[in-house]
């Protein structure tokens, strides 16, 4: 139950002010796709290269968050559902703060993933990544396919669990045919041209 007695708080630093420090705009790249898609290992690694072309930028992991924030969660649908509104609450707080995050997350149900860009605004950006799910599955750095095909793991993504691929994501890229450097390069031209503010 939400209590009645909170008020908002206005912060006296504008985000332009924020923005202009920065040299960019603030937002989100929120990565999604099924477990072996490579959303972890480009999020880092993509990260790296905008710390270094002076980017204000954070990851937020799926799997750093359930050690943390949402360690009391499990993977029914309702604690799917829960693990995206908080991990969304909190990048939309850091996009506020003028940061650029990146967020790694399979995030399945299209309508979480609606609710996260309807709260940070045109500042979300989906970036789908899309090998398919064979690839995934022969990737499996995890061993969890192997595990949710011999029915160790229940709701399990792309297995025994829908995963609801977007439609009209900003960036889709394929992780079978790309390399981690092509995928990287194919994202910080797109940062550059989104989030640079030019006139610094």
């Given at each position: 139950?939400?209590?009645?007695?909170?008020?908002?708080?206005?912060?006296?630093?504008?985000?332009?002010?924020?923005?202009?420090?920065?040299?960019?705009?603030g937002?989100?790249?929120?990565?999604t796709?099924?477990?072996?898609?490579?959303?972890?290992?480009?999020?880092?690694?993509?990260?790296?290269?905008?710390?270094?072309n002076?980017?204000?930028?954070?990851?937020?992991?799926?799997?750093?968050?359930?050690?943390?924030?949402?360690?009391?969660?499990?993977?029914?649908?309702?604690?799917?559902?829960?693990?995206?509104?908080?991990?969304?609450?909190?990048?939309?707080?850091?996009?506020?703060?003028?940061?650029?995050?990146?967020?790694?997350?399979?995030?399945?149900?299209?309508?979480?993933?609606?609710?996260?860009?309807?709260?940070?605004?045109?500042?979300?950006?989906?970036?789908?990544?899309?090998?398919?799910?064979?690839?995934?599955?022969?990737?499996?750095?995890?061993?969890?396919?192997?595990?949710?095909?011999?029915?160790?793991?229940?709701?399990?993504?792309?297995?025994?669990?829908?995963?609801?691929?977007?439609?009209?994501?900003?960036?889709?890229?394929?992780?079978?045919?790309?390399s981690?450097?092509?995928?990287?390069?194919?994202?910080?031209?797109?940062?550059?041209?989104?989030?640079?503010?030019?006139?610094?």
């Amino acid at each position: 139950m939400k209590s009645s007695n909170i008020k908002a708080v206005t912060h006296g630093v504008s985000l332009q002010d924020r923005w202009q420090k920065h040299g960019h705009k603030g937002g989100v790249l929120w990565f999604t796709g099924l477990s072996g898609s490579g959303k972890s290992t480009l999020a880092m690694a993509l990260e790296s290269t905008l710390f270094a072309n002076k980017f204000e930028v954070f990851t937020l992991d799926g799997d750093n968050l359930r050690h943390g924030l949402n360690g009391n969660l499990g993977f029914s649908p309702q604690d799917r559902s829960e693990n995206i509104r908080r991990a969304g609450e909190v990048a939309s707080l850091f996009a506020q703060s003028g940061l650029l995050v990146i967020t790694a997350f399979i995030s399945p149900y299209v309508a979480d993933r609606t609710r996260v860009r309807e709260l940070v605004g045109d500042g979300f950006h989906e970036v789908h990544l899309d090998p398919g799910l064979a690839t995934c599955e022969a990737r499996d750095p995890k061993g969890l396919y192997k595990k949710a095909r011999a029915g160790e793991i229940s709701d399990f993504t792309g297995v025994s669990s829908p995963y609801e691929a977007p439609e009209r994501p900003e960036v889709r890229i394929d992780t079978a045919r790309q390399s981690i450097e092509q995928s990287v390069a194919q994202l910080v031209a797109y940062v550059e041209k989104v989030f640079r503010i030019s006139d610094i």
